[in-house]
């Protein structure tokens, strides 16, 4: 009997050990150490995670309606059920929609916002919940920096002013996602005007998420050259009703040599950077 109650507690102890290091190994796996930036294939429309290596997170638009949050799930940790912040690059529906599900299933800590508006009820809805939640909402300026802790910061280029009365493509948040020695340029659907009032600042990136999903109406060959990315890539829908991305788009990206990658194409396109070297994970 003593050789059996011995033995028993040396099983116990051995099973407690072996969950102990079970559960840890879920832990830890689920800690991304290093900027992870995700192009979320969402269909005809953005919506880019941004995770920091001290897990804090933001979301750069939220897609069409009902697009998100399946798609999210593959990509956040499965013990996460928060958002630092959230950008609304511009009031279009495919930009922001798939954030009225979000604010119903996640704790968002703040909005980010141009200051354009949309008339429409569910542009209303999103607007409503995050009076409702009390969400601060903050409306987006050049020189602000929205920093994720860990050396990892969006920098606002654009708007520089107010654009309350502007199209919305007009005054899209235009910004530099930085970590170290690595960056993203994020534009939303801004066109070739608004890419004019930013040329001259601090554009070098390694990766251009490309403008308004390819359309012509985007990507001024000045623009590119000043940004001179490794990686463009295009959010965009297959087989979608706007030819999106145009071909005259693919010829100036082809003619710097980066290398395109698309949503329709490739689905969701995950880069990791460790602050020097950015490493494309699909």
């Not at 559960?23 to 689920?30: F, H």
């Not at 070739?192 to 001259?200: A, V």
């Not at 087989?239 to 194409?265: F, M, S, V």
């Amino acid at each position: 009997m003593d050789r059996f109650k011995i033995n028993l507690k040396w099983y116990i102890l051995g099973t407690l050990a072996v969950m102990t290091y079970f559960i840890w190994s879920l832990v830890l796996a689920d800690v991304d150490r290093e900027l992870k930036i995700a192009f979320l294939d969402i269909g005809q429309g953005d919506a880019i995670y941004i995770e920091a290596p001290n897990g804090r997170d933001m979301i750069i638009d939220g897609g069409p309606p009902g697009a998100l949050l399946p798609v999210l799930s593959s990509v956040m940790p499965f013990s996460d059920h928060s958002i630092d912040v959230i950008v609304v690059t511009n009031p279009d529906q495919d930009h922001f929609a798939g954030f009225v599900d979000l604010l119903d299933s996640y704790e968002v800590g703040a909005v980010v916002e141009p200051g354009t508006y949309n008339k429409s009820k569910i542009y209303a809805r999103l607007e409503g919940l995050i009076e409702e939640k009390k969400i601060p909402k903050l409306i987006a300026r050049k020189g602000m920096k929205i920093d994720l802790g860990g050396g990892v910061h969006f920098d606002v280029l654009f708007p520089d002013r107010d654009v309350s009365t502007w199209k919305v493509n007009d005054g899209s948040i235009v910004g530099r996602l930085v970590y170290g020695n690595t960056s993203v340029m994020l534009t939303g659907d801004a066109p070739q005007k608004t890419e004019s009032y930013i040329l001259g600042n601090e554009l070098k990136s390694d990766i251009l998420k490309v403008g308004h999903h390819g359309s012509r109406t985007s990507t001024s060959e000045s623009f590119v050259k000043e940004v001179d990315p490794q990686y463009a890539v295009i959010s965009d829908g297959k087989d979608n009703t706007y030819g999106h991305p145009h071909q005259e788009t693919l010829d100036t990206l082809e003619k710097i040599g980066a290398i395109i990658l698309r949503t329709d194409l490739f689905g969701t396109i995950i880069f990791e950077s460790d602050g020097i070297r950015l490493l494309r994970l699909f």
